[in-house]
């Protein structure tokens, strides 16, 4: 059984910094998919980042230039790194991992862009 454990929200001033961090753990294969979606209160969850395991990156385009997706594969862990963050970057940020039929979800983490 895959487990996915995210942490690293919180509480940020606009144009500050935070690093999200998704350890995957269980029967993982090797050739995988790793990536972040956020939801935003009354919104539609929607792709933040994902990357490949051969580190092949892919952002949307409100995040390109501010956010990094990086992983550690001998850790099955990816991160965030979010800079110069803005209030609508406020969401729950889930962490993805999809391989072969497999497709799951972590249990999500707070991210609030507020002064």
């Known amino acids: 059984q895959v487990h996915l454990v995210e942490s690293g929200g919180g509480l940020v001033q606009p144009g500050g910094s935070l690093r999200l961090t998704c350890a995957a753990s269980?029967?993982?294969?090797?050739?995988?998919?790793m990536g972040w979606y956020r939801q935003a209160p009354g919104k539609e969850r929607e792709l933040v980042a994902t990357?490949?395991?051969?580190?092949?990156?892919n952002y949307v385009d409100s995040v390109k230039g501010r956010f990094t997706i990086s992983r550690d594969n001998a850790k099955n862990t990816v991160y965030l790194q979010m800079n110069n963050l803005k209030p609508e970057d406020t969401a729950v940020y889930y962490c993805n991992l999809r391989f072969s039929v497999y497709n799951g979800w972590g249990q999500g983490t707070h991210v609030t862009v507020s002064s």
């Open positions: 269980g029967g993982i294969f090797a050739i995988n998919t």
């Open positions: 990357i490949t395991h051969r580190g092949a990156t």
